[in-house]
């Protein structure tokens, strides 16, 4: 079984990964927009759960959003 997380869990992984502060209302907006699926994080409990192997798509929706610019370091490479 994949493992759920919630939002805050998810915005705490990829500050961590990232280095830098992701905000969990920032991926909470993703959903409102509906540019991330409903389907797959429903929300149970008041809480959205997120699988774990959906994380890399919160990701690439946060970058494409401007969520996560690149650091001027990373865009030099």
Known sequence: MNALLTV???????????????????????????????????????RRLIPADYVPQVEAALRRHGYLRRARKEAAR
């Open 8 to 46: 805050s869990d998810v915005a705490r992984q990829l500050s961590n990964k990232l280095g830098r502060v992701i905000l969990p209302r920032h991926i909470s907006q993703l959903y409102y927009d509906r540019q991330l699926r409903d389907d797959i994080c429903p929300i149970v409990g008041g």
